[in-house]
């Protein structure tokens, strides 16, 4: 994190193409699933990811009992604001989920790392390789 931006040129992202809620179970697997990639194939000090989207929006439920008798039990809709059941990020078309830093000769690992990470997200996911220096917001020269 505390890296310079020479030491990491090349950024990858991975960019949603669909107007979704991805489930913080979701973010977290993909996290997982680049980290173990990267720390295998590029080595543990050779890359910077950044989670660009954070599970603010809480899903509720309310329960509904489906067993003999459960008419006297239950209130129907009379005050149904419900359980919270989980957390997600609403994320746009063209939003970044994933961003990913790190030398350029590891830059086709992180590619195939976020590759991977596409799988464990519904909806469509694009990876685009950066026109950045880095984290900034410098062109390559």
């Not at 489906?66 to 008419?71: E, F, I, L, R």
């Not at 989920?97 to 992180?110: E, H, N, P, T």
Request: hydrophobic share 40%; glycine share 8%.
């Amino acid at each position: 994190k505390k890296a310079g931006v020479d030491d990491f040129p090349f950024c990858a992202h991975l960019v949603s193409d669909e107007l979704e809620q991805v489930s913080s179970e979701a973010l977290e697997a993909c996290r997982i699933a680049c980290n173990k990639y990267m720390t295998k194939s590029a080595g543990k000090d050779s890359f910077h990811m950044r989670i660009r989207v954070h599970p603010f929006h809480v899903l509720r439920i309310n329960k509904m009992l489906s067993c003999a008798g459960a008419d006297r039990l239950q209130t129907g809709m009379r005050g149904a604001f419900g359980k919270s059941y989980g957390t997600v990020a609403r994320v746009n078309i063209g939003q970044v989920l994933i961003s990913m830093r790190c030398r350029d000769q590891v830059g086709k690992f992180a590619l195939e790392a976020l590759r991977r990470a596409k799988y464990k997200i519904a909806g469509r996911q694009k990876i685009y390789t950066s026109l950045k220096w880095g984290f900034t917001k410098d062109l390559k020269e």
